[in-house]
């Protein structure tokens, strides 16, 4: 079965700084990885995926990820973080239908 | 805007007492899903149907029923809410193309408490 794991509960940042969202994935064939970022009290809004092509994806709100085959990574990063982005990150995985979500990663963005 | 539509927000029920939950899309989907998500934890499937086809999951306890109608609405339906029902419940969608490439859209969610 396909799986993600987000090793971090929780990151805290200064805002201004860079920050990462580490994301962990055990597939079997070609994964097929997504974020979601979901605010207090919100359905999850779509971030960015990776489907196959370049490594570094791009998305919304500044946001990007890069895949590594090697390392099975999969980790979301921004290079300058704001006080706005302070939310709940999934990183998860298609798996025929279904998506798995990983355990999530709550960020703290302070001023 | 397409998007996703989910009534009520909030749902306050009894234990026991049936409640119906609605979701709409116009983003004229055929594969709509539905997840139960506990307090920040990870959203977890129940079902969901491609056109008409209903999918269910092998742990989706019998008491979670589902109804679509037509393209644009699916219902969640609970038959006899228990207090471990209390959770956020989504509705999302996916494109035609049944391709694992597809996104799923998820709508605003509606928060479900069970007394």
């Known amino acids: 079965a396909q799986s993600v794991a987000q090793p971090e509960d929780q990151v805290n940042v200064a805002e201004g700084n860079p920050l990462t969202v580490k994301c962990t994935y055990s597939?079997?064939?070609?994964?097929?990885l997504f974020w979601y970022v979901q605010y207090p009290n919100r359905g999850l809004q779509f971030l960015l995926k990776?489907?196959?092509?370049?490594?570094l994806v791009k998305g919304s709100y500044g946001f990007e990820a890069e895949f590594n085959k090697s390392q099975t990574s999969f980790h979301l990063k921004k290079p300058s973080a704001l006080v706005s982005d302070s939310a709940l990150y999934f990183c998860?995985?298609?798996?025929?239908?279904?998506?798995?979500f990983g355990a999530g990663t709550t960020v703290t963005v302070r001023a | 805007d397409a998007m996703v539509i989910q009534n009520p927000r909030y749902q306050v029920t009894q234990f026991g007492k049936p409640v119906t939950l609605s979701c709409s899309q116009t983003?004229?989907?055929?594969?709509m899903y539905w997840y139960q998500q506990k307090s920040s934890q990870a959203p977890k499937l129940l079902f969901h149907?491609?056109?008409?086809?209903?999918?269910n999951e092998a742990d989706t306890p019998d008491n979670f029923q589902s109804r679509r109608p037509n393209t644009s609405f699916c219902f969640l339906d609970i038959r006899s809410p228990g207090l471990g029902d209390t959770a956020m419940y989504l509705c999302?969608?996916?494109?035609?193309?049944?391709?694992?490439?597809?996104?799923?859209?998820f709508g605003p969610g509606t928060r479900l408490t069970v007394l």
């Open positions: 999302a969608t996916s494109g035609a193309t049944g391709s694992l490439a597809d996104t799923q859209y």
């Open positions: 597939v079997s064939g070609n994964p097929y």
């Open positions: 990776y489907i196959t092509g370049d490594n």
């Open positions: 998860a995985v298609r798996e025929t239908y279904k998506l798995s």
């Open positions: 983003l004229n989907h055929n594969v």
């Open positions: 149907y491609y056109d008409k086809d209903f999918n």
